[in-house]
């Protein structure tokens, strides 16, 4: 049988847990992806170094306004080679924020964007629903236990 007042409980510990998994996450890269959206720049890089035991990372240069700027990515988009096929001096598209050209990425902002929110989407309702599972399996009868032991403590002493 369904304890109505644990599943009101769990739901409200999803959306809760769900709202500030997609806010921590999505705070990772969508502000810098929007503000490349937002003040588009488009240059060719050359690529200087290549991890791939750091998440197949990237390091690249790439020069605006005559300032040239270093950073490193292991989100490639579409509109550059493959991982595997890229080579160290090779060129590739950098796209920048142009009010902070040092802000860039290797991917066109609105797939990076589209790409996030999915990302973060997907986390949020992954982890979320794990925490309120645990909430309504385990948790909330421990802690309805350990509440009832405080009031039964209570009402002792009066």
Request: aromatic share 12%; glycine share 6%; proline share 4%.
């Amino acid at each position: 049988m369904i304890n109505k007042r644990k599943l009101l409980v769990s739901i409200i510990v999803w959306a809760v847990s769900f709202m500030t998994i997609a806010t921590l996450i999505g705070g990772l890269n969508i502000p810098r992806f929007w503000a490349i959206n937002q003040h588009p720049g488009k240059e060719i890089g050359i690529v200087v170094g290549k991890y791939p035991h750091d998440h197949q990372s990237l390091k690249y240069t790439y020069v605006v306004n005559k300032v040239e700027y270093s950073s490193s990515t292991s989100i490639i988009g579409n509109e550059n080679p493959e991982y595997n096929s890229i080579e160290i001096g090779k060129t590739i598209i950098v796209y920048f924020d142009t009010m902070n050209p040092s802000n860039s990425i290797l991917r066109e902002p609105k797939r990076a964007i589209s790409s996030e929110i999915a990302t973060v989407l997907i986390a949020g309702l992954v982890g979320s629903i794990f925490i309120a599972f645990y909430a309504y399996f385990y948790a909330l009868s421990k802690i309805q236990k350990i509440l009832s032991k405080i009031l039964q403590y209570l009402s002792q002493e009066k």
